[in-house]
């Protein structure tokens, strides 16, 4: 069974940090694009960050400089770092696993951000 879990969402202060975790369970997770989406309220779901099987990372411009993606193989998690939060990246952040064999596709059930003073 396939499991994707979001955790360290929250309420944040405009211009401050929250990190974000995905662990993954039921995948071949070395064999997995892993990616961050986010939906805002009325808006469409949005790609924020990927980052490839061999560690190529690429973000929307809309984050470039703040947020940082990262995965650890060995524990099965990928993380996103992010910094100098604004409130427009106020949104549910979902967790994605790209299987680049197969083209299964995982997602997790998501994390709330809120950035507000």
């Known amino acids: 069974q396939v499991q994707l879990v979001e955790s360290g969402g929250g309420l944040v202060q405009p211009g401050g940090s929250l990190r974000l975790s995905c662990a993954a369970s039921?995948?071949?997770?070395?064999?997995?694009?892993m990616r961050w989406f986010r939906q805002a309220p009325g808006k469409e779901r949005e790609l924020v960050a990927t980052i490839s099987t061999g560690g190529v990372t690429s973000y929307t411009d809309s984050v470039k400089g703040r947020f940082t993606i990262s995965r650890d193989n060995t524990k099965k998690m990928v993380h996103l770092q992010m910094n100098s939060l604004k409130p427009e990246d106020t949104a549910v952040y979902y967790c994605?696993?790209?299987?680049?064999?197969?083209?299964?596709?995982?997602w997790g059930q998501g994390t709330q951000v809120t950035v507000s003073s």
């Open positions: 994605n696993a790209w299987n680049v064999r197969s083209a299964s596709d995982y």
């Open positions: 039921g995948i071949i997770f070395s064999i997995s694009r």
